[in-house]
Each structure stands twice: as structure tokens, then as C-alpha cells.
């Protein structure tokens, strides 16, 4: 499985693009709109998806610290991210 944020980070409410491989879970590859790439873990959870991006730093060198984003397909058919932790 792989996420795309199109940004350098994840954001209440933005987009993220699921690119679902067939791999089952939990390691997955998460892209940043900035060129940066890191290994994440994802569940299942009903018609959502939870993920625990770890700690990274964005391509300008900012820290941004581990958090845990609920992913749901909204019904412009667009998947978005809501901050669980």
C-alpha cells in the first residue's frame, strides 16, 4: 500500500491519494509532495484506513513529529485525513 500527500506533511482535512498495491498490512511507503518518502504502518478499519506515520523530516529539514491520521473517501469520491494522535 502507498500514500501520497501532496504536500511535505499530512493535514487536518487534506488530500492523500491510496494507491492500494494488494500488499496486505501493516508496512506501507508514504509520500510527501516535497520529494520525501517514509516506511508507515496502515489498518483497516471498516471503509477507513488508520495510519501511524512515524517521525520525519520534511526535504527543508523541519521535524514534524509522529502522528496517527484517520483516512476516509469523502463523497466527492477524494480520499482526506483527519488527525487521530
Not at 17 to 27: F, N, S
Request: with cysteine; net charge neutral.
Amino acid at each position: 500500500m502507498r500514500f501520497l500527500f501532496p504536500h511535505s506533511h499530512a493535514f487536518r482535512k487534506g488530500r492523500v491519494t491510496v494507491d492500494d498495491d494488494g500488499q496486505a498490512a501493516p508496512d506501507c511507503l508514504v509520500e510527501f509532495g516535497d520529494g520525501v518518502t517514509v516506511i508507515a504502518e496502515w489498518h483497516a478499519e471498516g471503509d477507513a484506513i488508520r495510519l501511524a506515520v512515524p517521525d520525519y523530516r520534511t526535504a527543508r529539514g523541519t521535524l514534524v513529529t509522529a502522528q496517527t491520521w484517520r483516512l476516509a473517501k469523502g463523497k466527492d469520491g477524494n480520499w482526506r485525513s483527519e488527525r487521530v494522535a
